[in-house]
């Protein structure tokens, strides 16, 4: 049996993030994680500046590309981008593929490529597939982490959940705006162009799941009159459109219900669902809910749902898309 005092279940930016910070400390710690490094996370990969604050970077320090991000809104009908909203943090774009192996590294974790099955409480610690034992065991396993299916068996509200489908590939742009279109041809909910830098882009589509299964529109129909629509913006051109093939992943929005801690046992990121309502934005969550594991290991903090960000926007946004755009389906 290999022992240590935390074992960490994923390696994603809420995984990441949290062994970083234990490891600040000295404490002993390694992360599980299934998939080999860098790996494919299907993302928008938009961040604020609030991520940096809080993993202490700035973009200069980052090796990869980050761009800067010029947003315009599109609210249909306008057929106008309006600039994004004045908030105090900047917008960036990052590609996951590199952003996650970049902060898996620079946690200074022991990681082992593992994929976790079973886990179970004996005598005051977690044992997991009979192969590691750990007195604080984290869940940073996303949507489907093992630590939430096995310990947590109540801890999601459907209707929390958030439909995807994205594609990043390489395309010669030449508008260097990020668009985000809200609410195009019934949409109940929104649809992204993001430029990467480095001759990248990332197109997709969300929306909350259970809308999906009432509409007219499924959400592979939503995206091709979505492709169609930039074809006529020309921000992509036919020959690129009739190329692609798309990926979904679901996930769920912040809700305030549901367990996300017992004993020693902690969700964070997305296992815990803790993405920004509006936005559905995943990683600044991911993260400042890894650091607040990490403090409440350290005794330093105590990790609560409430001092989440759950806006992207600030509330007055939230108000409105929960009582006129997102009402709860009949
Ligand atoms: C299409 C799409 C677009 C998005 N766009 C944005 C965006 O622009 N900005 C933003 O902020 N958020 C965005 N999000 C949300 C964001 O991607 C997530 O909230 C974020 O990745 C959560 O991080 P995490 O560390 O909790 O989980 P993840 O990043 O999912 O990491 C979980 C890790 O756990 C590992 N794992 C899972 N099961 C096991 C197991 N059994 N054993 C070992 N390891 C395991 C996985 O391999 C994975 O590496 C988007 C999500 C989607 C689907």
């Known amino acids: 049996m290999k022992e240590h005092e935390v074992i960490i279940i994923g390696g994603g930016p809420s995984g990441s993030t949290c062994a970083w910070k234990l490891k600040q400390k000295g404490v002993d710690v390694l992360i599980l994680e299934k998939?080999?490094?860098?790996?494919?996370?299907?993302?928008?990969?938009?961040?604020?500046?609030?991520?940096?604050?809080?993993?202490?970077?700035?973009?200069?320090?980052y090796p990869h590309t980050m761009t800067s991000l010029d947003v315009r809104m599109h609210i249909a009908p306008l057929r106008i981008g309006l600039p994004w909203f004045p908030t105090r943090w900047?917008?960036?774009?990052?590609?996951?593929?590199?952003?996650?192996?970049w902060l898996?590294?620079?946690?200074g974790a022991a990681v082992e490529n593992h994929s976790v099955k079973s886990i179970r409480?004996?005598?005051?610690?977690?044992?997991?597939?009979?192969?590691?034992s750990c007195k604080y065991l984290i869940g940073a396993g996303g949507t489907q982490c093992p630590v939430r299916r096995n310990l947590f068996a109540k801890?999601?509200?459907?209707?929390?959940?958030?439909?995807?489908?994205?594609?990043?590939?390489?395309?010669?742009?030449?508008?260097?705006?990020?668009?985000?279109?809200?609410?195009?041809?019934?949409?109940?909910?929104?649809?992204?162009?993001?430029?990467?830098?480095?001759?990248?882009?990332n197109i997709?589509?969300?929306?909350?799941?259970?809308?999906?299964?009432?509409?007219?529109?499924n959400i592979h129909q939503h995206f091709k009159?979505?492709?169609?629509?930039?074809?006529?913006?020309?921000?992509?051109?036919?020959?690129?459109?009739?190329?692609?093939?798309?990926?979904?992943?679901?996930?769920?929005?912040?809700?305030?219900?549901?367990?996300?801690?017992?004993?020693?046992?902690?969700l964070i990121g997305d296992s815990a669902g803790l993405a920004s309502m509006d936005m559905g934005e995943g990683i600044g969550p991911a993260i400042e809910s890894g650091l607040m594991a990490a403090g409440e290991i350290l005794a330093e903090d105590v990790y609560t749902k409430t001092?989440?960000?759950?806006?992207?926007?600030?509330?007055?946004?939230?108000?409105v898309l929960d009582r006129l755009v997102y009402p709860q389906p009949g």
């Open 307 to 319: 001092k989440i960000s759950r806006f992207s926007f600030g509330g007055p946004l939230y108000w």
């Open 225 to 266: 009159c979505f492709i169609e629509d930039l074809v006529k913006q020309k921000l992509l051109d036919q020959a690129t459109a009739d190329k692609l093939k798309v990926t979904g992943h679901p996930y769920f929005l912040h809700s305030f219900e549901g367990e996300f801690k017992q004993d020693n046992c902690f």
């Open 104 to 107: 898996l590294k620079r946690s």
């Open 121 to 132: 409480q004996e005598n005051g610690r977690y044992i997991i597939d009979d192969k590691y």
């Open 90 to 101: 900047d917008n960036y774009s990052i590609r996951r593929v590199e952003f996650d192996q």
């Open 35 to 61: 998939q080999s490094f860098p790996r494919v996370k299907l993302c928008a990969g938009w961040i604020t500046s609030k991520v940096m604050d809080d993993l202490q970077f700035t973009a200069e320090e």
């Open 155 to 201: 801890s999601r509200i459907k209707s929390n959940q958030l439909a995807t489908l994205e594609l990043e590939f390489e395309y010669p742009y030449t508008d260097k705006r990020c668009h985000l279109f809200f609410f195009y041809r019934g949409l109940r909910g929104y649809s992204w162009y993001v430029p990467k830098g480095d001759g990248v882009i």
């Open 204 to 217: 997709g589509i969300g929306g909350i799941s259970s809308y999906f299964k009432k509409a007219d529109n």
